[in-house]
C-alpha cells in the first residue's frame, strides 16, 4: 500500500475509533458498537502495524527495531539495527 494511502486509512479508522469510545462512554452494554469497536481497533492495530514495518512507527507502541521501515525508506540508518522512532520525516518537516 502507498503510504499516503496508508495514513489516510490510519486516520480514517483512528477517527471510528474515537467516535465509537464516545459513544461507549454512554452506552457501555451496546453489544453492537461493543463488536463493532473491538473489529475496528483491531483494523487499526494492523494498520499501525503495516505502516512501521514499511515506514516508520506512528505510536510507541509499533517501535521495533528488528520489523521496523524493511523498505529502508525515511531511515538514517539503512542496513543497521536502530532505535526507529527517529525514522521518517515528522509532520512539521513535511511528513504528513
Known sequence: ME???L???IGEVSFMVNDLTLYLDTHPTDTEALTMFSDTMNRRKQLLKTYAEQFEPLTMDCVCPEA???TESYTKYPK???F???DGPLP???GI
Open 84 to 86: 526507529t522512532w527517529s
Open 68 to 70: 521496523n521501515n524493511q
Open 7 to 9: 495514513l489516510k486509512e
Open 92 to 94: 512539521w518537516e513535511g
Open 3 to 5: 503510504r499516503m494511502q
Open 80 to 82: 543497521q539495527k536502530h
